[in-house]
């Protein structure tokens, strides 16, 4: 059987509206990814620490409701859900520039919509997951999740490179009106798919939500492909949250990049995601499925350590680059390994080992943040992020000492 291609998949009417609804939601979500911290570094003047903690509260929903999310998934269609939390997270954000035009920001406010978008984004990162298999069947997840990963790191690109001048010229608080409209049009679209998908079915007397949550992780904890993804991930995440927590931080502070400059550097991000999902297909088939995900953070992770040692000029120029490396890397190890995960599950358990996936590998994320914060303020920006470059390089190890080291997609 011929591989599924790209081209193929956007010939289907409801994954070219599922494609747009990502589009549009990711567009909102890269929005917030920089104009969040600004507000808080250039409105509200938050020092090192108070960074940290807004990007701990951002994170912190994996770790709380992570685990009885999937449970719940399981239990439900997951279009509904994409709906609604696109339109809950819409109106959550749209409160921040409310909340500035009356005189009633502050850094407390800020960390509520944080939290509440974290909770949010949980169930529908959830959903999402757990939907792609049910809409496209699983012989076509690998371009699938390739083709979602394009457009992802499109708005990766665009993203910030849009979002520069609009916090310039309107300001960090009212650039959050661009991102609830984002995850609004993104819902809109979601409820144009046509395809019916069946309830998941139930047994006679349904198990309590905190059994099916132990047997989501009793099977992907004791398959050891599955854990060795989800603990890179982990690892990975971890020293990552260190590093997003000082990297705006030290462009704007240290760097002296203003919201323009910040943009320009996060959006050669964008420009190696965008280059990682073109070629994740391909680095897969010719190094093997498995190997790709271990090679992909050893090559690419080190290059982020060039930041820190950069501060303006051609310098701070390949440290760009490094950093669309890291994306680049990212990019290609999460496809390869998505089609692992999803392969690998049953229909009734998607929901929960992707939540399980999410709450191990995500659930350090609060953490990660926190401690970069600390670290910011005891040792600098700068330490930090070479820190967190080390951390990150390390995210290899659980991938090449399981049989992923030589496997290859079956």
Known sequence: MRPATRSGLLRDRDFRLLFAATAFGQLGDRVVFLALPLVAITVLRADAFQVGLLTATTTAGSLLVGLPAGAWVDRVRKRPVLIGTDLARAAVLFSVPAARWSGLLTIEW????????GLLTVFFDVSYASYLPHLIGRARLLAGNSTLSAVRSVTSISG??????????????????????GMALSAL??????????RPPGPGVRPRLGREVVAGLRFVLAHPVLRATILGDALFNFFLAMYQTMLVLFLERESGLG???????????????????????????????????????????PLTALLPMARSGVGLGVAAAGL????????????????????LTPDGLLGRMNATARFVSWGGLPLGALLGGASGTAFGAAATLLIAATGMTLGFLPAFLSPLRTGRAG
């Open 110 to 117: 800020l960390y509520a919509v944080a939290l509440v978008h």
């Open 160 to 181: 910030p490179t849009l979002t520069g001048p609009l916090v310039g010229g309107f300001g960090p608080a009212t650039t959050l009106v661009a991102s609830a409209a």
């Open 189 to 198: 679209l979601a409820l144009g798919i046509r395809g019916r998908e069946e």
């Open 259 to 301: 919201a323009t400059g910040v943009g320009l550097v996060l959006s050669g991000m964008g420009c190696g995601a965008l280059l990682g999902a073109l070629s994740a297909p391909g680095l897969a088939r010719r190094i093997g499925q498995g190997p790709v995900i271990w090679l992909a953070p050893l090559v690419t992770c």
């Open 324 to 343: 669309a490396a890291l994306s680049f890397g990212g990019v290609v190890r999460v496809v390869a390994q998505a089609g692992f995960q999803q392969s």
